[in-house]
């Protein structure tokens, strides 16, 4: 009797262990970059597919090269991706498209990998030029066409910038060609991504190279410059799922297009600004948000 228990007890355990093995892998993995919107994004994903009753792993703060080949092996199964990554990073398209044409290039490209884009988000993360506002406003610059004037007028203005963009082929130089402008050779001060934000700020130079969603736009009280003649390319964040994943859940693509339009800058600077500004926590912010839109 008691070997039998033990058989009993054994078996009970090892079907256990296959129900939580089966368990684990049948839960939607949610991937992310490793900066703040991301770790935004995969959370705030999380959240709303559990409570829409998936299991779910999350494996957030991946090196984008990582990210990319991960889902394309199958180890992730959603994360939210820029349309002008995967266009000039991951396939290679240096053609200059529209936002529409981008999307639908990446789109089809993607979709041979087995890769399903869902409806691109209105928020756009891609390169700008900011100024503080009270000084674009007293300047008269609200477009990059703007600033172009007044440099070719005689004004004095020093840009901050990364040393990637400066030195890109389809960076600062080409900017300037595209607008007819040229900064002065030592008004260009070159320094890390993060520190051009302090740096205007500080009133240290007039004009500086941002992402359009940084939360530090609102909280410094940034003015992004319009891009008239569409120099930037689009970078619209946007759910990109395997199609294995999508095939076994239908409803997934509802569930994240949902979520997707809801998004936009001014959304996503506030979100990046809670976190990076405010000091909040990723969890509650996400968690505050979802539930402030009816998505939980």
């Not at 200059?96 to 290039?105: E, P």
């Not at 409806?119 to 993360?125: F, G, H, I, L, W």
């Not at 100024?131 to 005689?154: F, P």
């Not at 960076?171 to 205007?200: C, H, S, V, W």
């Amino acid at each position: 009797m008691q070997l039998f228990k033990l058989v009993q007890a054994c078996a009970a355990t090892a079907l256990l262990a296959f129900a939580g093995q089966a368990a684990a892998a049948d839960a939607i993995v949610v991937g992310g970059k490793n900066f703040t919107e991301q770790q935004i994004m995969a959370e705030m994903t999380s959240q709303l597919l559990k409570a829409k009753g998936h299991a779910v792993d999350t494996r957030a703060g991946m090196g984008s090269a990582v990210l990319r080949k991960a889902q394309e092996n199958g180890q992730i199964d959603v994360y939210w991706e820029y349309t002008g990554t995967s266009l000039i990073v991951y396939n290679k398209v240096t053609t200059s498209l529209s936002a529409q044409a981008g999307y639908a290039k990446v789109k089809e490209l993607d979709a041979a990998k087995g890769l399903v884009w869902l409806n691109p988000s209105k928020a756009n993360n891609t390169y700008a030029l900011a100024m503080r506002r009270q000084e674009a406003d007293s300047l008269g610059i609200h477009t990059i066409n703007d600033l172009a004037t007044a440099l070719n007028g005689g004004k004095d203005l020093a840009f901050a910038v990364n040393a990637e963009f400066y030195a890109r082929a389809d960076g600062l130089k080409p900017l300037q060609e595209t607008y007819g402008f040229e900064f002065k050779r030592a008004n260009i001060k070159r320094m890390d991504t993060g520190l051009t934000y302090q740096a205007l700020r500080d009133k240290q130079v007039d004009v500086a190279l941002v992402f359009a969603t940084d939360g530090r736009i609102p909280a410094f009280d940034f003015v992004v410059l319009t891009d008239s003649k569409g120099f930037f390319p689009s970078y619209a964040l946007t759910p990109v799922v395997r199609q294995a994943v999508l095939a076994k859940n239908p409803k997934l693509a509802d569930t994240l297009n949902g979520l997707s339009a809801v998004l936009d800058d001014k959304t996503m600077a506030h979100l990046n600004a809670q976190v990076d500004v405010d000091h909040k926590s990723i969890s509650d912010v996400c968690q505050a948000f979802l539930k402030e839109k009816g998505l939980i």
